[in-house]
């Protein structure tokens, strides 16, 4: 029972990255955000957007308040391409798997190289 749903997320994932690269002509979401994956419900009425958005920060909140502002806009180019009878509803949420790779990623660098590591984070470095 539950193939069906992961087939649809997956279709939403690649439609909806498609929509917002290249039919969506914000320039705070258009280069900036990546669909990383989709969670739907069992009944196909909901699905949440994970995204990862390549900016830090105030364009980061900006990214993700266009996104929301898309959100009609998605549905709308959406529905002709997934030929579900009704268009689960979206919603977009912030990933940070991303930058917690590169955290981990940063962190084994300085460990082969034997650098200190600042188990606080990056940010006592810069003061």
Same mark, same amino acid.
């Given at each position: 029972?539950?193939?069906? @749903?992961?087939?649809?997320?997956? !279709?939403?994932?690649?439609?909806?990255? %498609?929509? !917002?690269?290249?039919? !969506?002509?914000?320039?705070?979401?258009?280069?900036?955000?990546?669909?990383?994956?989709?969670? &739907?419900?069992?009944? &196909?009425?909901?699905?949440?957007?994970?995204?990862?958005?390549?900016?830090? =920060?105030?364009?980061?909140?900006?990214?993700?308040?266009?996104?929301?502002?898309?959100?009609?806009?998605?549905?709308? %180019?959406?529905?002709?391409? !997934? =030929?579900?009878?009704?268009?689960?509803?979206?919603?977009?949420?912030?990933?940070?798997?991303?930058?917690? =790779?590169?955290?981990?990623?940063?962190?084994?660098?300085?460990?082969?190289?034997? %650098?200190?590591?600042? @188990?606080? =984070?990056?940010?006592? %470095?810069?003061?």
């Amino acid at each position: 029972m539950k193939i069906r @749903p992961e087939r649809v997320a997956h !279709l939403i994932r690649r439609e909806i990255a %498609e929509i !917002l690269s290249s039919r !969506l002509r914000d320039p705070r979401v258009s280069h900036w955000v990546s669909v990383t994956d989709v969670e &739907l419900s069992g009944d &196909l009425s909901f699905a949440r957007v994970f995204v990862s958005v390549l900016a830090s =920060g105030p364009e980061c909140e900006q990214t993700l308040e266009a996104l929301e502002r898309a959100t009609p806009f998605v549905r709308r %180019e959406l529905a002709p391409r !997934l =030929g579900l009878r009704e268009v689960p509803g979206i919603r977009f949420v912030l990933d940070p798997s991303i930058e917690r =790779g590169a955290r981990v990623e940063d962190l084994l660098r300085k460990l082969s190289q034997g %650098e200190p590591i600042d @188990p606080e =984070g990056e940010e006592g %470095e810069e003061a």
